[in-house]
Nanobody
Framework: QVQLVESGGGLVQAGGSLRLSCAAS????????VGWFRQAPGKEREFVAA???????TSADSVKGRFTISRDNAKNTVYLQMNSLKPEDTAVYYC?????????????????WGQGTQVTVSS
């Protein structure tokens, strides 16, 4: 059974930082792309950032220059460092793993999903 467990969410003031972690039990984790998505109340789930098996990354325009995705294959963990947080970043953040090696923004390319972690940014 594949499990993805997110942690690191919480309440932070605008301009602050948080680091999210996604720990995976996926046997093929080191060869899988992993992505972060988020969903705010009343909105659709949206792409945030993704990292491929070799470390190549892609991110949404709304978070470029503020969020950084990275991975530690020895720990089967992917991180999302979030700096300069804004109230509009408030959402539940989900990590997801793909059978593809390469980072992708496409929701349909991800096969395994975590339960999510809440991030709330106060103004």
């Amino acid at each position: 059974q594949v499990q993805l467990v997110e942690s690191g969410g919480g309440l932070v003031q605008a301009g602050g930082s948080l680091r999210l972690s996604c720990a995976a039990s996926l046997r093929t984790f080191s060869s899988s792309a992993v992505g972060w998505f988020r969903q705010a109340p009343g909105k659709e789930r949206e792409f945030v950032a993704a990292i491929g098996w070799s470390g190549g990354t892609t991110s949404a325009d709304s978070v470029k220059g503020r969020f950084t995705i990275s991975r530690d294959n020895a720990k089967n963990t992917v991180y999302l460092q979030m700096n300069s947080l804004k109230p509009e970043d408030t959402a539940v953040y989900y990590c997801a793993a793909s059978r593809s090696r390469y980072s992708t923004r496409l929701y349909s390319e991800y096969d395994y999903w975590g339960q999510g972690t809440q991030v709330t940014v106060s103004s």
